[in-house]
């Protein structure tokens, strides 16, 4: 298993421009978490998914950002329109869910620059 | 309100020495403690958990609820130990809560 896969790896775009994350969870794995890290903030949980429903948005820092889960085996995070203090690393991450303390895979990252 | 806290930012410590990761946390509940690492150009990935205490890579915390500390311990640092190191905390869901990390350097 290649674990959870994130693309692109790297985005730099514009002020206003829509900007889309993409994620596929390890296969098997009920639940997705969007994180987002910066230096100021550190690892911050934006959403997470249960076999495809969102369970707990409230670190998703405003209307701008929507994230969704179309199926078992995809996510994505889009921020529209983008704005300069976007700029972070955006994490992926799935588990089984079997129980409450699974471990969280995480995936390699988005490092998104919004210029 | 849960919250984790790691006070050093950068940690720098010699081979063989031992090092110490402090992690406090704030939460009313029953807590599940965890550390994970983020070796150079790797994925942040789990490296232990209170609930399982267990060993790995020769790394223990013990969770102590009287101060509300989950500190990683290593007795003697070894030059692959240099990363990042985050404590994690989960509550009552399956949300984890990271403290801002704290960077190990491990020198020769």
């Known amino acids: 298993d290649a674990g959870v896969i994130q693309s692109p790896r790297h985005e730099v775009t514009e002020m206003g421009q829509e900007v889309t994350l993409r994620c596929k969870p390890i296969?098997?794995?009920?639940?997705l978490f969007w994180y987002r890290q910066t230096m100021m903030r550190g690892l911050e949980l934006l959403i997470y998914?249960?076999?495809?429903?969102?369970?707990?948005d409230s670190g998703m820092p405003e209307d701008r950002f929507s994230a969704k889960m179309p199926n078992a085996s995809f996510s994505t995070l889009k921020i529209q329109p983008s704005e300069p203090r976007d700029s972070a690393v955006y994490f992926c991450a799935s588990s089984r869910g079997e129980r409450r303390t699974d471990t969280q895979y995480f995936g390699p990252g988005t490092r998104l620059t919004v210029l | 309100a849960q919250r984790v806290t790691q006070p050093e930012k950068l940690l720098s410590v010699f081979k063989g020495a031992p090092v110490e990761l402090k992690c406090n946390y704030s939460y009313s509940g029953s807590p599940e403690l965890f550390w994970y690492v983020q070796y150079s150009r790797q994925r942040l990935q789990l490296l232990l958990r209170?609930?399982s205490r267990e060993s790995i890579k020769g790394f223990t915390a013990d969770l102590n609820k009287g101060e509300t500390s989950f500190h990683l311990k290593k007795p003697f640092a070894q030059e692959e130990d240099s990363a990042m190191y985050y404590c994690a905390l989960q509550g009552g869901s399956e949300k984890l809560v990271f403290g801002k990390g704290t960077k190990l350097t491990v020198n020769p």
């Open positions: 296969s098997g794995h009920d639940y």
């Open positions: 209170h609930i």
């Open positions: 998914f249960n076999n495809n429903v969102p369970i707990d």
